[in-house]
């Protein structure tokens, strides 16, 4: 196996209505700061790897249209999944672990502004025994939230903790959308949207996109940066009939935290893709992280631009390593209802 | 297009539709089928398990399912949300609960809501029963809802 | 109560959206209203676009300078339509074409009318029929269709992109 490498990660300030800004917009700015990071151009790039859903904005093939945001001449090689892009990065590793190339561009882009993202969500569900129930994606969540109260692994004042605590973390992120803190009183006076869940529990809907560049060692040795390594990436997904899932814990992520060895390894900080507040204590405890912090970087619950927000948890983490005197961090990335797909990164700060 | 308040920002409001003929396969078909008849059937595993509604695959261990048994139409409550005020699509536009519900002498849960009930009367382990739609269309529809069973 | 088995049902989907037509398109339909076709310049590669995108997606960088460009150009593909399409009024057979208009470098589709179909071909010289000013809005609705000028043919290699 090739060591593969972080080089470069950009994230757009993330935004409630990015208004006109179509996808070419969105991508650009993040496109050209990995470039300017790493000094490359697109023909250093060996592969090219997108995430997006063109569902969020209504827009069919908008992910094609979305390519007239790099340079395609000479022709490149592309791939795009219909997934957040941390699969993208995934793909990715696996072409440069295969040898096809030594560096890799990596963007995702989500624009949920002009649709009714909870109900545009469904139809990530059943087509035969779900969608046509109308289940949105906040609802299918609540369900899993109730569960998980019912049964004592959690509380309200958990998700407030959880929720504060991302809200705190992400005054020290520029990019994050939500910094206004609602008080105790008014988080569990506040009406429930889908009941354990209200307003305050779920995600905003945003707008943005972020890059990132990845390469081999040796990529990583020219470039004469700060060395930060993808030490291990695992993923996994449950069956979509989720009727029949335990979903008072999680196969996918405790299978994972065997997977990447956790027990052999301490992350400073973990980076996790939690879109609802439950989500927060709910992950600590299945992957036993104790106390450690988590989404330094405010998460997702400070701005969750559909398609890129599992992608940037591993681009925060890259920065965190980056920026100060961490050694170690845990990423997560997620997909599909009642936490369905997961994926565990582990990056690690190289020094020569 | 029209302008909107923003100035010289375009947005044009359009529906997205997909009106596809989807052919539910002879596991989901029998299932439908048996609805419109008002008859609840599951799929049951070679370990006996039984999935409502009929899984044409075992979700553990990929199993491939063709044997059918017929459920009773009262299942227990696994999880709920109450809906206080339903949204855009939500099929029923009065305050009602969406709920993972376990068939009587099934291994799975089925997704459906609730209704005709208060927030108050519902809890995890409730009995519910089987409201009928009488508008037969060959889908999961072919249920209205579901509704709590007096003790 | 029993009906008889369906081979399938009818899914529901249905989303509703308001879109944005992005930054540069939108700069383009506001002049569109004005009656201007403004294109886009490539500050690398000095490639025209129109209708702009706001890219040069061959140079992957934007393209902010805009030039306004004639409403003449010349047809660099065509088809000849004869099954109707429901929902659109024109009555086949009608004749759709990719339209290059002078000065850019690539080509947009519109419908060529006012033209016996025998006579259409690559190459031919075109202009835009206006709506009445009154209904101009932001859309290329306000060309109803191009015409043949009856200038002489374009040779079809200046269509090639610009190197
Ligand atoms: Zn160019």
């Known amino acids: 196996m090739k060591d593969i490498y972080i080089l470069a990660y950009a994230q757009n300030p993330i935004v409630a209505d990015a208004k006109a800004?179509?996808?070419?917009?969105?991508?650009?700015?993040?496109?050209?700061?990995?470039?300017?990071?790493?000094?490359?151009?697109?023909?250093?790039?060996?592969?090219?790897?997108?995430?997006?859903?063109?569902?969020?904005?209504?827009?069919?093939?908008?992910?094609?249209?979305?390519?007239?945001a790099i340079q395609t001449n000479p022709p490149i090689k592309e791939s795009h999944v219909e997934m957040d892009a941390a699969w993208?990065?995934?793909?990715?590793?696996?072409?440069?672990?295969?040898?096809?190339?030594?560096?890799?561009?990596?963007?995702?882009?989500?624009?949920?502004?002009?649709?009714?993202?909870?109900?545009?969500?469904?139809?990530?569900?059943?087509?035969?025994?779900?969608?046509?129930?109308?289940?949105?994606?906040?609802?299918?969540?609540?369900?899993?939230?109730?569960?998980?109260?019912?049964?004592?692994?959690?509380?309200?004042?958990?998700?407030?903790?959880?929720?504060?605590?991302?809200?705190?973390?992400?005054?020290?992120?520029?990019?994050?959308?939500?910094?206004?803190?609602?008080?105790?009183?008014?988080?569990?006076?506040?009406?429930?949207?889908?009941?354990?869940?209200?307003?305050?529990?779920?995600?905003?809907?945003?707008?943005?996109?972020?890059?990132?560049?990845?390469?081999?060692?040796?990529?990583?040795t020219k470039l004469g940066l700060q060395k930060i390594k993808i030490s291990s990436v695992h993923h996994s997904i449950e069956s979509s009939n989720f009727g029949a899932r335990d979903l008072s814990t999680s196969e996918s992520i405790i299978g994972l935290g065997k997977k990447i060895n956790l027990k052999s390894?301490?992350?400073?900080?973990?980076?996790?893709?939690?879109?609802?507040?439950?989500?927060?204590?709910?992950?600590?405890?299945?992957?036993?992280?104790?106390?450690?912090?988590?989404?330094?970087?405010?998460?997702?619950?400070?701005?969750?631009?559909m398609m890129a927000a599992g992608l940037d948890s591993i681009g925060k983490s890259f920065e965190l390593l980056k920026n100060n005197d961490f050694h170690s961090g845990l990423a997560h990335a997620s997909s599909g209802p009642c936490l369905q797909q997961n994926m565990l990164v582990h990056l690690e700060k190289i020094n020569d | 297009m029209?302008?909107?308040?923003?100035?010289?920002?375009?947005?044009?409001?359009?529906?997205?539709?997909?009106?596809?003929?989807?052919?539910?396969?002879?596991?989901?078909?029998?299932?439908?089928?048996e609805l419109s008849n008002e008859v609840l059937v599951g799929t049951k595993n070679s370990k006996g398990e039984v999935f409502v509604p009929a899984a044409e695959f075992d979700p553990k261990d990929s199993e491939h399912l063709s044997e059918f048994v017929e459920v009773k139409n009262e299942g227990v409550v696994q999880s709920y949300t109450w809906i206080k005020k339903p949204r855009a699509h939500h099929l029923?536009?009065?305050?009602?609960?969406?709920?993972?519900?376990?068939?009587?002498?099934?291994?799975?849960?089925?997704?459906?809501?609730?209704?005709?009930?208060?927030?108050n009367e519902l809890e995890i382990g409730k009995r519910v029963k089987v409201v009928w739609n009488e508008e037969k269309t060959q889908t999961i529809r072919d249920i209205k809802y579901f509704e709590i069973i007096d003790d | 109560m029993t009906e008889e088995k369906k081979d399938f049902f009818v899914s529901n989907i249905s989303l509703s959206y308001q879109y944005t037509a992005g930054n540069a398109t939108t700069r383009f339909l506001n002049k569109v209203a004005e009656g201007k076709l403004v294109?886009?310049?490539?500050?690398?590669?000095?490639?025209?676009?129109?209708?702009?995108?706001?890219?040069?997606?061959?140079?992957?960088?934007?393209?902010?300078?805009?030039?306004?460009?004639?409403?003449?150009?010349?047809?660099?593909?065509?088809?000849?339509?004869?099954?109707?399409?429901p929902g659109n009024p024109i009555v086949p057979p009608y004749v759709s074409a990719m339209i290059r208009l002078d000065g850019a470098d690539i080509s947009f589709l519109h419908l060529i009318q006012e033209i016996d179909l025998a006579d259409i071909r690559i190459g031919m010289r075109v202009q835009a029929v206006w709506k009445d000013r009154s209904e101009w809005g932001t859309t290329l609705e306000n060309i109803k269709w191009f015409k043949p000028t009856g200038e002489a043919d374009v040779d079809p290699s200046v269509f090639k992109f610009k190197e």
């Not at chain 1, 900080?269 to 405010?298: A, C, K, M």
Request: charged share 20%; glycine share 6%; aromatic share 10%.
């Open chain 1, 265 to 305: 390894f301490k992350p400073d900080f973990v980076e996790l893709h939690t879109q609802f507040t439950y989500e927060i204590p709910f992950i600590r405890g299945l992957l036993d992280l104790g106390n450690v912090d988590i989404n330094l970087s405010g998460g997702p619950l400070a701005g969750n631009v």
């Open chain 2, 2 to 33: 029209t302008k909107s308040s923003d100035k010289e920002l375009l947005r044009a409001s359009f529906k997205l539709e997909y009106p596809y003929e989807r052919s539910p396969g002879p596991v989901i078909g029998k299932f439908f089928d």
């Open chain 1, 88 to 220: 993208a990065l995934y793909e990715s590793i696996l072409k440069i672990q295969m040898g096809d190339a030594e560096t890799a561009l990596i963007y995702g882009f989500g624009k949920s502004s002009p649709g009714d993202l909870p109900f545009v969500s469904t139809l990530q569900t059943d087509p035969y025994y779900m969608s046509p129930l109308w289940p949105d994606k906040t609802s299918l969540a609540a369900l899993q939230a109730q569960l998980l109260m019912n049964k004592g692994v959690l509380t309200k004042k958990d998700m407030y903790e959880a929720l504060t605590q991302s809200i705190s973390n992400a005054k020290n992120n520029s990019n994050a959308l939500v910094t206004a803190m609602p008080s105790e009183d008014d988080y569990l006076s506040a009406d429930y949207l889908s009941s354990p869940l209200s307003a305050f529990d779920c995600a905003p809907i945003s707008d943005g996109a972020s890059a990132m560049i990845i390469g081999t060692e040796e990529a990583a």
């Open chain 2, 92 to 119: 029923i536009q009065e305050s009602f609960a969406f709920a993972l519900i376990s068939m009587e002498g099934t291994d799975s849960a089925m997704l459906h809501m609730i209704a005709n009930c208060n927030e």
């Open chain 3, 39 to 85: 294109a886009q310049k490539c500050p690398k590669c000095s490639a025209v676009y129109v209708p702009p995108r706001g890219s040069c997606p061959r140079c992957g960088v934007a393209t902010e300078e805009e030039l306004e460009l004639p409403d003449t150009g010349a047809v660099e593909s065509f088809t000849i339509v004869h099954i109707p399409i």
């Open chain 1, 21 to 68: 800004a179509n996808e070419v917009e969105l991508i650009m700015p993040v496109v050209h700061q990995v470039f300017k990071q790493t000094g490359f151009t697109q023909n250093d790039i060996g592969f090219t790897c997108s995430g997006s859903c063109d569902y969020l904005q209504g827009a069919a093939f908008a992910f094609v249209e979305g390519l007239s």
